[in-house]
């Protein structure tokens, strides 16, 4: 049987991505009711963490959990692979002795290395390139609350960054239309934003980004690694904060979403992220329910 990995949203079709949301869904519904559901009973996840984090690792451990299987928890500090092994010695032994792998890194090639020479599912969950398990959220909580967002405007502010560039793939894949709202020098990956030129557009005016959009998202303006630009940063993202001007060029019934955490007043004032256009909270949430589609869909018998 070939083993699926999940790097990034392209490694599902449209098709699979649209059968994960529906099952995230179904098994938030399960999950809500009370309902015992454990496909992955004496399974294991090993969780390899780079990068620290709060909502990755409390879905998926979660999730494990209520999918009858364990999570280990595995930091570079207490492994070796935080002390030089090959990541295609550590895949190979790490998938001799666990269903599946989810890791948090940096470079995007370490989660291709062991893809390569694992036996077992690989999930990113955190690249510097890409973060599609937050999409899986995304996606699932525009369509609970708003129905199907293929035909959609979306508008992206801030750095093109591993979140951007996941919504630049999932625009090809959930068929919606992307505006990035973006500094000069901070733009996404200039072969990747012209792989998909029939869907994606790069603005410098937020306000013009934003206008008539179905769904406003951003993101802290310095990311993990990134806290030593934080001022110059500061400077050069002045001008794309989601406030209430940017949200009003946006449909009346626009959502607002963040993949958190958020910093107030900085990328989004209070009043947004704290309003009735917000849908953060039950974004965050989804992480769980969409991460436990993911995780049945890979590594259930």
Request: overall charge negative; some cysteine.
């Amino acid at each position: 049987m070939t083993v699926r990995h999940f790097l990034t949203l392209k490694d599902l079709s449209k098709e699979e991505l649209q059968t994960v949301l529906e099952r995230g869904i179904e098994l938030k519904n399960m999950q809500k009711s009370g309902e015992i559901h454990e496909p992955l009973k004496n399974q294991t996840l090993a969780m390899i963490f780079e990068k620290s984090s709060t909502r990755t690792r409390i879905s998926f451990e979660t999730g494990m959990t209520q999918l009858g299987g364990h999570a280990l928890f595995l930091s570079s500090r207490d492994t070796q692979l935080g002390r030089g092994e090959p990541l295609e010695d550590s895949a190979r032994v790490i998938s001799s002795m666990v269903d599946g792998i989810m890791i948090r890194t940096f470079e995007h090639k370490i989660v291709e290395t062991m893809a390569e020479y694992s036996r077992v599912p690989i999930i990113n969950a955190l690249t510097d390139d890409y973060h599609p398990c937050q999409l899986l959220a995304d996606m699932q909580t525009y369509y609970e609350h708003r129905g199907s967002i293929a035909g959609k405007t979306v508008t992206w502010v801030g750095d093109g960054n591993n979140m951007c560039q996941s919504y630049i793939n999932a625009a090809e894949l959930y068929d919606f239309k992307l505006r990035i709202a973006c500094p000069e020098g901070y733009d996404p990956n200039p072969e990747l934003v012209a792989e998909h030129a029939d869907r994606v557009e790069i603005f410098r005016s937020t306000k013009d980004a934003a206008a008539n959009a179905d769904l406003v998202v951003t993101d802290v303006w310095a990311s993990m690694g990134q806290e030593e630009e934080q001022r110059l940063r500061e400077k050069a993202f002045a001008n794309f904060q989601v406030n209430a001007e940017v949200m009003a060029c946006a449909k009346d019934d626009a959502l607002f979403m963040h993949c958190l955490p958020a910093h107030r007043d900085e990328e989004v004032t209070a009043d947004v992220i704290d309003g009735n256009q917000s849908v953060v909270w039950d974004e965050a949430e989804n992480r769980l329910h969409a991460q436990k589609a993911l995780l049945e869909f890979l590594m259930a018998k």
